[in-house]
């Protein structure tokens, strides 16, 4: 229903691939384990279906999405496996972080008299990017909380990716990347009772069934330390991730 009513101007089919069980960090697991009456794999589990509905259901109005981890076909789990074979993750410059820099840099060379000046460096990227399968040379990476990072998935085979599209019909995939659940132990709500906030970070790539990255970046949100029930967390803060996501799906352009 969704793919009937969405606007041709836009993207459709877009396919939700959610993180790996393997990139799902959070210090709280403990307390969240005993409020909820799970097992840390139960929670994980539940916070990758629930961060794929979230994502689901501001996106498929509009775009009409495709989940893997949703999707009861026969072939769905196998395609969500191959995928994860295939992709990598490493942390690297956001290409908003990277169009800062750049644009930093124009504007300091207009301002600069002295032409033999030395230019001001700007942090190499882990990759040179080609589409979205670049160059492999071994390069300095950026490290985890560095100002303007994410973890980034690249892929092995670069025509897996198209592959897999056409056989689900989209055009476009949202990868989730990485799920932190972090305790900002900083930012005290309440001292007495050694309340705090815990930020939730989701690093994620859009990338085009082509190869192209469209966007990448870290979405966050905050809930305090006293909700520990999965489902609490799950339904009332995830929204604030998702919220706004919409726009980050770019229009079609003349070329596409």
């Known amino acids: ?8 101007s836009l993207y459709s089919g877009l396919m939700i691939v959610p993180f790996p069980p393997t990139m799902y960090l959070s210090d709280s697991d403990r307390e969240i384990a005993e409020a909820s009456e799970m097992n840390y ?11 794929d509905i979230s994502f689901a259901v501001r996106l498929q109005e509009q775009y009409g999405d495709h989940s893997l981890l949703r999707d009861t076909s026969d072939r769905a789990e ?6 994860y074979r295939n992709t990598r993750y490493s942390y690297a410059f956001t290409p908003a972080h990277l169009r800062a820099l750049e644009e930093a840099e124009e504007e300091e060379k207009k301002k600069i008299k002295n032409p033999f000046k030395k ?3 700007k942090p190499e990227t882990p990759e040179i990017e080609q589409g979205l399968f670049g160059s492999e040379e ?6 985890a909380d560095e100002e303007g990072t994410y973890m980034k998935v690249t892929f092995r085979d670069s025509t897996e990716l198209q592959e897999l599209a056409d056989a689900h019909g989209i055009e476009v995939c949202l990868f989730l990347n ?7 132990f900083d930012d ?12 939730i970070r989701v690093h994620y790539d859009l990338i085009r069934a082509d190869g192209k990255r469209l966007d990448g970046g870290v979405l966050t949100t905050t809930f ?26 770019p229009a079609r352009t003349a070329t596409d």
Do not use: W
């Not at 229903?1 to 041709?8: L, M, R, S, W, Y």
């Open 78 to 83: 196998g395609d969500l496996q191959q995928l």
């Open 41 to 51: 794999d139960a929670i994980r589990g539940r916070f990758r279906l629930g961060l």
């Open 188 to 199: 005290c709500i309440d001292f007495q009772n050694k309340i705090y906030n815990r930020e």
């Open 119 to 121: 230019k001001k460096e």
């Open 1 to 8: 229903v969704g793919q009937e009513h969405q606007n041709d």
């Open 138 to 143: 071994q390069r300095a990476m950026p490290v």
């Open 224 to 249: 305090p330390s006293s909700v520990n029930d999965v489902n609490q967390i799950t339904r009332g803060y995830f929204g604030g991730l998702t919220d706004g996501f919409v726009s980050k799906v």
């Open 178 to 184: 990485q799920f932190e659940i972090d305790t900002r």
